[in-house]
Every structure is written in structure tokens, then in C-alpha cells.
């Protein structure tokens, strides 16, 4: 997300932090210790240390779906959301499928391969074959997955691909929210996403033609025109 933000560098703080089991934070081998309530809880004791009350939430793929949960739970610390592709559902059986064909790659320890088949499934042949062509960043991002024990990163997975659908949370939400969908996503489809922005109050959708998943990586002026409206819609000078 740094890169889609910097167009509006001036004008904002911008605080990237890694939810547990991603980055350099702390990973867990338990599933129940990846839930969307305890990534928040951390995101909350952070912000907290850094004194900042309420802020602007937004992310792609699982850090929008944390920042709408966010936003249906604990409303007083979240000023708007930008949720890209965040999904408030229950995997697809498609998507069960996948995991339970690809697992075996991570429970073998073999996470560049497991890194491949997703990004195959998020992005594209394409896409994986541009990223690969800059070795240093693949690199860079398949050393991040080595950070993990084997244990750990099954459990953050199998969190993942077992998720409840949590939708009708979404209509507690009151503050301004922008949704950004890729019209080629699988999931959440752009129907998921439409029904995201009929659930929440006021919310605005703008799909993305052509966009996979990660449309804020393959649209990147698109996506960053239309987060500058929302910014300027909410007062963000």
C-alpha cells in the first residue's frame, strides 16, 4: 500500500503495520490465534503506543476485510475505510479446494512453491512471470514466507481458508467507506462486492475493468484517482 499512497503524501500520516503472522511480527501456531479479533487487538495496543485515537483504515485483500472489521467493531477508532478486495465471507468451495491441494506444498516445508500457486491464483501466469523477472523482489517476498516455521504458517493458512462469514457485521458500520473491487477477482467476485456495499451504509463502489485481485498493483493511477475523491469527500486536506 506504500505506493498507492504516495500521491498523497503531503497531505497524510500513512502507519504500515504488519498484522501477526505477516512481516516481522510475532507468528503463532494455533488458527484461533489469527482471528480478525486479535490481529485487532494488536493494531489497537500499537496505535494506542503511538497515540494516534482514530485513523483512516484501509488495505488489500485480508488488511481491508481487518479494516471493516474494524470499523463494524470498535467504530470510535476508525474515521473511513478503503477496502480492496476485502472479502467478509466464507471462502468459496473453490477456494477450499485450492488450500486443500496446495496445502501439502507448505506442510512440506515448500513455501516458494506454495508462494507461486497463489500468486498464479490472486494474479495470474502473467503476473507471476513479471515478478519473477525481477529476482531481487521475489526473492524479497519469498524470504518473508521463510520467517514462518512450518507450523506457524499452516495455521495462519488454515485461519484463513476457514473463516466464517461475518457480512452482516458490516451493517453496523457509520463511517464513510470506499469499496474497490477488480472486476476479474474470484474472490470476492464483484457481486461479494456489491453486496459489501449495499450492507454498509453510504458505502461507494468503484470496480476496476480488468483488475485481478490486487487492482491497486495493476491499476495503480486508476485505484489512487479514485481514492484522491474519497479522501477529498471526507474532508482530508
Known amino acids: ?30 488458527p484461533a490465534d489469527y482471528t480478525y479479533s486479535n490481529k485487532c487487538r494488536d493494531l489497537l495496543d500499537w496505535l494506542d503506543g503511538l497515540g494516534v485515537d482514530r485513523a483512516i483504515w484501509g488495505g488489500a485483500s485480508m488488511g481491508a476485510a481487518l479494516s471493516l472489521w474494524t470499523a463494524a467493531h470498535h467504530p470510535q477508532r476508525v474515521r ?13 468451495e473453490s477456494e477450499r479446494r485450492w488450500w486443500a491441494r496446495h496445502r501439502p506444498l507448505v506442510a512440506a516445508g515448500r513455501f516458494a512453491e506454495y508462494f507461486d500457486a497463489n500468486v498464479r491464483l490472486r494474479m495470474g501466469e502473467a503476473a507471476l512471470a513479471r515478478l519473477k523477472a525481477r529476482p531481487e523482489r521475489y526473492t524479497e517476498l519469498t524470504s518473508r514466507l521463510r520467517l514462518h516455521s512450518v507450523a506457524s ?9 476457514t473463516r466464517s462469514d461475518w457480512l452482516v457485521d458490516c451493517a453496523r458500520i457509520r463511517c464513510p467507506v470506499l469499496v474497490i473491487a477488480g472486476a476479474d477477482d474470484s474472490f470476492p467476485t464483484v457481486a461479494q462486492s456489491r453486496q459489501v456495499t449495499a450492507t454498509i451504509p453510504g458505502a461507494r463502489l468503484h470496480v476496476v475493468h480488468g483488475g485481478p485481485h490486487f487492482p491497486n498493483r495493476t491499476h ?13 469527500e471526507i474532508g482530508l486536506e
Do not use: C, N, W
Open 80 to 92: 473511513a475505510v478503503v477496502s480492496i478486495s476485502g472479502p467478509p465471507f466464507t471462502p468459496p
Open 153 to 161: 504458517l499452516l495455521a495462519l493458512l488454515d485461519e484463513t481458508y
Open 1 to 30: 500500500m506504500l505506493a498507492d499512497l504516495e500521491p498523497f503524501s503531503s497531505r497524510i500520516r500513512g502507519l504500515f503495520p504488519d498484522a501477526r503472522g505477516h512481516g516481522l511480527s510475532e507468528k503463532f501456531e494455533r
Open 220 to 232: 495503480r493511477a486508476e485505484v489512487q484517482s479514485v481514492m484522491g475523491a474519497f479522501f477529498a
